[in-house]
């Protein structure tokens, strides 16, 4: 089975901070994803990687940047937190070239920032 | 842009029952992909069903049916039987030259 991991389930930041949330598969799949799920808004993609040190911008990138040196980790960064970015954030991979392909889901990482 | 859209944020269902939730898609696009995930509480998103556009036929997978109608953009999902272990959000996702779109999310109730 796929696995998809994320580095915290719950996570306190302060104001300011620099937050980095982690996320790691273990199926060779070439593309990642950074959602934030809020409540009566659904999913909406932060950013997303189709390989190594590839980034695209989804529809939410402002406060955000990512990162991936290594096939199977992609990481989110908030350079500088803010409560506006508390929320429940999501990362997912899937394979390439195969558009009915699934996306596989981590946990979720519930942020508050304080 | 490609919207989804939810109609209905809360649904519920007796036991035993089947529910439909619905889902809207606006696209210009002639060639694309549908899906249903369903997120449990607590628990990570997974996939329920998928559907391609140019497949008449509505997918179906054991309780779990579509009814797709790609004049009307219309991609709605029928639970027969349901359970409590139904009991989640679901969200409507659409794919086509760009990342998976989400809808809102319906989240379902079902009452023993």
């Known amino acids: 089975d796929v696995k998809v991991t994320q580095s915290s389930r719950y996570l306190v930041k302060r104001t300011g901070e620099k937050v980095f949330l982690e996320c790691v598969q273990d199926m060779d799949h070439e593309n990642m994803f950074w959602y934030r799920q809020d409540p009566g808004l659904g999913l909406r993609l932060i950013y997303f990687s189709y390989d190594v040190k590839m980034k695209e911008k989804g529809d939410i990138p402002e406060g955000y940047s990512v990162s991936r040196e290594k096939k199977e980790r992609f990481s989110l960064i908030l350079e500088s937190a803010s409560t506006n970015q508390t929320s429940m954030y999501l990362c997912?991979?899937?394979?390439?070239?195969?558009?009915?392909?699934?996306?596989?889901f981590g946990p979720g990482t519930r942020l508050l920032v304080l | 842009a490609q919207t989804v859209t939810q109609s209905q944020p809360e649904m519920s269902v007796q036991e035993a029952e089947t529910v439909t939730l619905s889902c809207t898609y606006d696209t210009s696009e002639s060639d694309y992909y549908l899906f249903w995930y369903k997120q449990p509480p607590s628990r990570q998103m997974i996939l329920v069903i998928r559907q391609e556009a140019y497949k008449q036929q509505n997918a179906t997978e054991n309780r779990f049916s579509v009814n797709f109608q790609k004049a009307a953009k219309s991609f709605s999902l029928k639970i027969s039987d349901s359970q409590l272990g139904d009991a989640a959000m679901y969200f409507c996702a659409y794919r086509g030259n760009t990342p998976l779109v989400f809808g809102k999310g319906t989240r379902l109730s079902v009452i023993a």
């Open positions: 997912a991979s899937s394979l390439v070239g195969n558009p009915m392909e699934t996306q596989y």
